[in-house]
């Protein structure tokens, strides 16, 4: 009986590498090295009368198969934010206009998509309508492309990039959806009034709203940070411990605020590296391992765990079907080329003036990597670096057990996620988790950053790990010329600096650098070798054009 229970198990991680790896396989050995495109063509899945100042928004296919290109915006990971019915007739906390309204989402940042067979609500870019019941019912979720789609605009022209940071303010969202929410709870006239337009009875409405509210506003609780994250930035991992370890096990006392937001990172060429997570922490070379992160990542964004300590395995809402084939888009994607049309075209001499300098600058920690090409990523301390190190101490936390002992909070998560993907026996868990995976997250990264590759590089502003440089002539000047605050909250590109232009908005947000968390110091002369003339900084971005 033990052999062939644990043979069935050697076969379910087997198969599940398989999915995982069998793509990264394939295009590496068909496909070859890939080829960034620079096609850009108009885009038929945003809401562009909703966008204003805007005369087109430019998309680029980067290696999607246009079939699947606006499925991946919408895809069913299994994150369930609120009911389906409730988030679409859900009214903003003055009751002047549905949530889900272009204009109100647009001031959290969240692009507007159109209404098509992959988004049939019409939900904005990166919501996700369930393709299972949970309990019953049909919900609306977040995809990959909440975080990771970004838009950069230039006189008129927008860019929209698969796969670049986001500029959401996912923290400012998810408070004012549980003010929403609450405010209907508190209001007789507001829930009578949901209730009609749900064809549905205040006094049947109203236990689904209250159960609703009482997960969100616990979630809120727990992740109250004194730090405002502001647009394009999130803790993430400070999020997902607090969900698997405090609220999942029901142990209040392992929240810890979290206090260390990163800039959302781009996650083409996630794959290609050993390890992957700005701290370096998660390896991608381990059997399971990229699915465990995925489940993971879903944890952090409203899915759902039926924790029982009493069972081998727990019921969750996470679609494990839908996250294979979201690694497989991430896999296939490509990084976006410099679009000379729109940015100016490269001045190749000057290019390779700069290459001269990466090469001896740059080169030993950033590689040059194309499309499909594995490689063993660098990691640097913070302490090396002189960047801030909030968010590589962060990783590095313990929390209490069920059992009232202390586990790194890094493994307790990894063990929950076992249990959600694995239905078996628990002492082959515990031997899994022991020895094959979990011993191996952790062990390269931890108080260290990725250097990550460079490849499209222009595309993902704000720089830094935390988004505290807004361009990347600002990231090459010493610290002291660094600005001290800027605005973030616009999607203007400035293709000279190469990054984000000021921004006076009425809505940004300034981002003070001089809080813990915010630092914009490091990445220095004492990492280059040199302080970069002007016209070096120039010539150095001239080249990451090219990447």
Same mark, same amino acid.
């Given at each position: 009986?033990?052999?062939?229970?644990?043979?069935? !198990?050697?076969?379910?991680?087997?198969?599940?590498?398989?999915?995982?790896?069998?793509?990264?396989?394939?295009?590496?050995?068909? &496909?070859?090295?890939?080829?960034?495109?620079? %096609?850009?063509?108009?885009?038929?899945?945003?809401?562009?009368?909703?966008?204003?100042?805007?005369?087109?928004?430019?998309?680029?296919?980067?290696?999607?198969?246009?079939?699947?290109?606006?499925?991946?915006?919408?895809?069913?990971?299994?994150?369930?934010? !609120?009911?389906?019915?409730?988030?679409?007739?859900?009214?903003?906390?003055?009751?002047?206009?549905?949530?889900?309204?272009?204009?109100?989402?647009? /001031?959290?940042?969240? &692009?507007?998509? /159109?209404?098509?067979?992959?988004?049939?609500?019409?939900?904005?870019?990166?919501?996700?309508?369930?393709?299972?019941?949970?309990?019953?019912?049909?919900?609306?979720?977040?995809?990959?492309?909440?975080?990771?789609?970004?838009?950069?605009?230039?006189?008129?022209?927008?860019?929209?990039?698969?796969?670049?940071?986001?500029?959401?303010?996912?923290?400012?969202?998810?408070?004012?959806?549980?003010?929403?929410?609450? @405010?209907?709870?508190?209001?007789? @006239?507001?829930?009578?009034?949901?209730?009609?337009?749900?064809?549905?009875?205040?006094?049947?409405?109203?236990?689904?709203?209250?159960?609703?509210?009482?997960?969100?506003?616990?979630?809120?609780?727990?992740?109250?940070?004194?730090? /405002?994250?502001?647009?394009?930035?999130?803790?993430?991992?400070?999020?997902?411990?607090?969900?698997?370890?405090?609220?999942?096990?029901?142990?209040?006392?392992? @929240?810890?605020?979290?206090?260390?937001?990163?800039?959302?990172?781009?996650?083409?060429?996630?794959?290609?590296?050993?390890?992957?997570?700005?701290?370096?922490?998660?390896?991608?070379?381990?059997?399971?391992?990229?699915?465990?992160?995925?489940?993971?990542?879903?944890?952090?964004?409203?899915?759902?765990?039926?924790?029982?300590?009493?069972?081998?395995?727990?019921?969750?809402?996470?679609?494990?079907?839908?996250?294979?084939?979201?690694?497989?888009?991430?896999?296939?994607?490509?990084?976006?080329?410099?679009?000379?049309?729109?940015?100016?075209?490269?001045?190749? %001499?000057?290019?390779?003036?700069?290459?001269?300098?990466?090469?001896?600058?740059?080169?030993?920690?950033?590689?040059?990597?194309?499309?499909?090409?594995?490689?063993?990523?660098?990691?640097?301390?913070?302490?090396? &670096?002189?960047?801030?190190?909030?968010?590589?101490?962060?990783?590095?936390?313990?929390?209490?057990?069920?059992?009232?002992?202390?586990?790194?909070? &890094?493994?307790?998560?990894?063990?929950?996620?076992?249990?959600?993907?694995?239905?078996?026996?628990?002492?082959?868990?515990?031997?899994?988790?022991?020895?094959?995976?979990?011993?191996?997250?952790?062990?390269?990264?931890?108080?260290?950053?990725?250097?990550?590759?460079?490849?499209?590089?222009?595309?993902?502003?704000?720089?830094?790990?935390?988004?505290?440089?807004?361009?990347?002539?600002? !990231?090459?000047?010493?610290?002291?010329?660094?600005?001290?605050?800027?605005?973030?909250?616009?999607?203007?590109?400035?293709?000279?600096?190469?990054?984000?232009?000021?921004?006076?908005?009425?809505?940004?947000?300034?981002?003070?650098?001089?809080?813990?968390?915010?630092?914009?110091?490091?990445?220095?002369? /004492?990492?280059?070798?040199?302080?970069?003339?002007?016209?070096?900084?120039?010539?150095?971005?001239?080249?990451?054009?090219?990447?």
């Amino acid at each position: 009986m033990f052999r062939s229970v644990f043979k069935a !198990l050697l076969l379910i991680v087997a198969l599940v590498a398989a999915v995982y790896y069998g793509v990264a396989w394939y295009h590496s050995t068909s &496909l070859g090295p890939g080829q960034a495109s620079d %096609d850009w063509e108009e885009n038929d899945f945003l809401d562009l009368g909703k966008l204003e100042g805007l005369d087109s928004v430019l998309m680029n296919r980067q290696g999607i198969d246009p079939n699947n290109y606006t499925a991946l915006m919408h895809a069913d990971q299994g994150s369930l934010v !609120l009911p389906r019915d409730i988030f679409l007739a859900l009214k903003t906390v003055d009751g002047g206009q549905a949530f889900t309204d272009p204009a109100n989402m647009l /001031r959290y940042r969240y &692009l507007p998509g /159109r209404q098509t067979e992959a988004n049939p609500d019409g939900l904005p870019i990166g919501f996700s309508r369930s393709q299972k019941l949970w309990q019953g019912e049909e919900f609306v979720g977040l995809t990959c492309s909440a975080c990771h789609s970004g838009m950069l605009t230039y006189k008129g022209t927008g860019l929209y990039i698969i796969g670049a940071p986001t500029q959401a303010d996912f923290q400012t969202m998810t408070e004012e959806l549980g003010a929403a929410l609450a @405010a209907t709870l508190q209001d007789p @006239a507001r829930l009578s009034e949901m209730a009609a337009a749900l064809n549905t009875d205040p006094a049947k409405l109203r236990p689904r709203l209250e159960r609703e509210d009482a997960l969100l506003q616990a979630r809120l609780q727990i992740n109250a940070s004194p730090l /405002r994250y502001g647009y394009g930035r999130v803790d993430a991992v400070g999020q997902i411990y607090n969900q698997a370890t405090s609220v999942n096990l029901g142990l209040p006392q392992n @929240a810890t605020p979290p206090v260390a937001p990163v800039s959302y990172p781009h996650i083409w060429g996630t794959g290609q590296a050993d390890v992957a997570q700005w701290t370096g922490f998660a390896p991608n070379d381990i059997i399971g391992s990229i699915l465990l992160r995925n489940v993971g990542e879903v944890i952090g964004v409203f899915g759902r765990v039926d924790v029982d300590p009493g069972k081998e395995a727990f019921p969750s809402s996470v679609n494990i079907e839908e996250l294979g084939d979201l690694e497989d888009w991430v896999n296939r994607m490509e990084p976006p080329a410099w679009p000379e049309d729109i940015f100016g075209a490269i001045d190749r %001499d000057v290019a390779a003036e700069g290459e001269a300098l990466y090469n001896r600058h740059c080169k030993g920690c950033h590689k040059r990597a194309d499309p499909y090409e594995d490689y063993k990523a660098t990691l640097v301390s913070p302490d090396e &670096l002189g960047v801030d190190p909030l968010a590589a101490r962060a990783t590095l936390a313990t929390a209490q057990t069920l059992d009232g002992s202390k586990k790194p909070k &890094l493994k307790m998560l990894i063990e929950q996620t076992f249990q959600v993907v694995l239905d078996h026996p628990g002492e082959m868990v515990e031997a899994i988790i022991e020895g094959a995976v979990l011993d191996k997250f952790g062990k390269r990264g931890g108080f260290t950053y990725k250097a990550r590759t460079l490849n499209g590089i222009w595309a993902t502003p704000p720089y830094l790990h935390n988004g505290s440089v807004p361009t990347l002539y600002d !990231l090459l000047s010493p610290p002291e010329e660094r600005p001290k605050t800027f605005t973030l909250g616009g999607w203007e590109f400035d293709p000279e600096r190469v990054g984000l232009a000021p921004h006076d908005g009425a809505d940004g947000f300034i981002f003070d650098t001089s809080l813990p968390g915010n630092r914009n110091t490091g990445h220095d002369s /004492r990492i280059f070798g040199t302080t970069f003339t002007p016209d070096q900084r120039l010539a150095l971005i001239e080249y990451l054009k090219t990447f």
